[in-house]
């Protein structure tokens, strides 16, 4: 069995038994198309119901103009409405997004 194949099982077994799992933060490179995996992922956290933070990297490695398209495809490919733009370089949306997981952290999941 190939290890692909055995993802299914293991993301299912940790969305749904771990207890400790208060959320996902999920990393979209912002260069490029949402990927094939990262679109079966967010079907994986809907379906599992876990939250889920939205976080497109790399903002600054690319232009304003063609950032702002970027970020729109993003939200529309997911069918979000909110992304968390971020640059390690730049350290760009870093405390936004250390204050969003802080929140994540501290709700109740219902099980």
């Not at 933060?25 to 094939?36: S, T, Y």
């Not at 495809?73 to 409405?81: D, E, L, P, T």
């Amino acid at each position: 069995m190939s290890v692909r194949m055995q993802w299914g099982p293991m993301i299912e077994t940790y969305l749904t038994k771990r207890k400790q799992l208060k959320g996902i933060v999920l990393l979209i490179d912002l260069r490029h198309p949402a990927a094939f995996l990262d679109q079966e992922m967010k079907k994986w956290l809907d379906h599992f119901q876990v939250p889920t933070l939205y976080v497109a990297t790399k903002a600054d490695k690319i232009g304003r103009n063609q950032r702002k398209e970027q970020i729109e495809a993003v939200k529309a490919s997911f069918g979000i409405s909110d992304v968390i733009v971020t640059s390690a370089e730049s350290k760009e949306g870093r405390d936004l997004l250390w204050k969003e997981v802080e929140r994540v952290v501290m709700q109740e999941r219902a099980d």
